[in-house]
């Protein structure tokens, strides 16, 4: 993890420590899913959606920067069963899960229609313009102090009742090769910060309850300096709020869309007892 620390995860800090992001470990389950088609089946992934259901965090990925502290390594494993699991461990005896989900895949799938329409829709009521950096900046006081690599936000506008927003999110600086991962961790981090110029708060996804994704488009997004974020908020209370995210490009084809994306509120002290990656 020495590389990824320096080249962007340094970047990604909640409440003075470094975590691994989230959707980082949703990545994950996208990309076996992915290598289990093409390897294992001997499946082109061009016309294929990728499904991720329940996908849940059970705990933090604390990651500490220090040569003093013993590696530990996080395991991606798929079974036949579609069965996703990602634990860490430093020897078979000692492992500590992280997330958990379960995918599928197939030909396009028939949902797209649907989410899609539903987004223009929303994205079509977002008039009013949102101060990125004052966000950014409102953020780090709470507790999110995001890095340059994470601060990809670079244009928001809000719908005047506070329930949708859509942003455009910076490709230009994006720190790794477009073979390094299915999605940018960085790139669906900043995704979901579009529900931040919403609700100024400090949470932290818990769960996403079904992920779409399109392979197919993963070339098109790695030649364009930027792409979108749209962010339909479902519900909200004072613990939780549960939101649709959409990552598409500048001319609206959609690459992925999380549906009942679950952030909760994180503390100062949440992340006390948490594996951590030395």
């Known amino acids: ?84 699991n990602i634990y860490s461990s430093k020897s078979m005896d000692d492992a500590h ?61 809000a719908s005047v009742d506070g329930l949708n927003c859509t942003s455009i999110i910076n490709l230009k600086n994006d720190y790794e090769a477009c073979d390094k991962y299915e999605i940018s961790p960085a790139v669906l981090d900043a995704a979901l910060h579009t529900c931040f110029c919403l609700k100024s708060e400090s949470r932290v996804p818990v769960a996403i309850d079904k992920v779409m994704y399109r392979p197919a488009l993963k070339g098109e997004i790695a030649e364009l300096d930027s792409c979108r974020s749209v962010v339909t908020t479902i519900s909200s209370d004072a613990s ?13 084809a959609m690459m992925l869309h999380m549906g009942g994306i679950h952030v909760r509120v994180f503390g100062a002290n949440a992340s006390s007892k948490p594996q951590q990656l030395g």
């Open 97 to 157: 899960a992280f997330a958990e989900s379960r995918v599928e895949d197939g030909k396009e799938n028939s949902e797209w229609n649907n989410v899609e329409r539903n987004t223009r829709a929303c994205s079509i009521t977002c008039t009013e313009s949102v101060d990125v950096k004052a966000m950014y900046s409102t953020m780090a006081k709470k507790g999110l102090e995001y890095g340059a690599p994470f601060r990809l936000i670079e244009e928001a506008w």
């Open 240 to 252: 939780m709020t549960v939101f649709d995210c959409a990552i598409t490009t500048p001319s609206g």
């Open 1 to 84: 993890h020495k590389r990824i620390l320096k080249e962007w995860l340094s970047g990604h800090v909640v409440h003075g420590e470094i975590l691994l992001p989230g959707v980082a470990m949703m990545e994950m389950a996208l990309a076996v899913s992915i290598q289990s088609m093409v390897k294992g089946k001997g499946t082109s992934s061009s016309s294929t959606t990728v499904v991720v259901e329940g996908f849940s965090i059970s705990a933090p990925v604390v990651v500490k920067d220090d040569d003093n502290e013993e590696m530990v390594t996080l395991h991606c494993t798929l079974d036949e069963e579609g069965s996703v």
